[in-house]
């Protein structure tokens, strides 16, 4: 049975173009596999913890010396790596925030990069490798070739680096100038942003077209 693993990142709520995004890529992936689960993780409304020198150095310490802070944090990371590890697609929603991913997605990713689990520590091996990843971009702004500050966007370039050890492997879905619609100073970009967003949602709706039943 196909699974789903559905992660959302961003704090806008109902305002988020991410999560909009990603609520009708799982509505498609949904119709193409009846019958298929769904896990949810909420980055937003509920954060993971920051590896931090209490329990974030449970990655370089062997299990029977962990202490109970180290052993709380690789239990959470085991159950993050099983969720990618159970899943067939994953779909994540990925906002800029201040020019680059949301810290709770960074986290995310930190939690991921887990010897044993995620990648074999002796040939470099990522063990998550052939997931279908989808990420679900949004960007207020626009960073593409020619615009004034293009290469601003460090989500993007960092995502796949991030996570390179582990072998999972993103495509990305983007809609930008999502702020032409309340920022003044951006009125005029208003038809860009809409031609962003419809041809995103368009790239949704074919996504797993081939699977779905006639």
Do not use: C
């Amino acid at each position: 049975m196909a699974h789903l693993l559905h992660i959302d990142s961003s704090i806008q709520g109902e305002r988020s173009t991410s999560r909009k995004l990603t609520a009708q890529a799982a509505a498609v992936w949904r119709s193409a596999h009846p019958g298929g689960t769904t896990t949810y993780r909420d980055l937003g409304r509920d954060p993971l913890p920051h590896l931090d020198a209490a329990g974030g150095l449970a990655r370089l310490v062997p299990a029977g010396q962990h202490t109970s802070a180290q052993a709380a944090s690789w239990e959470l990371t085991e159950q993050l790596v099983n969720e990618v590890k159970q899943a067939d697609t994953i779909l994540l929603g990925l906002p800029l925030y201040n020019y680059a991913a949301p810290s709770s997605v960074k986290a995310w990713v930190d939690h991921l990069i887990a010897p044993g689990l995620a990648f074999d520590p002796e040939t470099g091996t990522g063990l998550l490798a052939g997931k279908e990843f989808i990420v679900l971009a949004s960007r207020g702004g626009g960073y593409g070739e020619g615009a004034p500050r293009e290469g601003w966007d460090h989500a993007g370039p960092w995502l796949p680096h991030g996570l390179s050890m582990v072998g999972l492997t993103p495509r990305f879905i983007t809609a930008e100038l999502t702020l032409a619609g309340v920022n003044p100073a951006m009125s005029d970009l208003i038809p860009l942003a809409a031609e962003s967003l419809a041809a995103a949602q368009r790239e949704i709706d074919t996504l797993w077209r081939a699977k779905v039943p006639a």
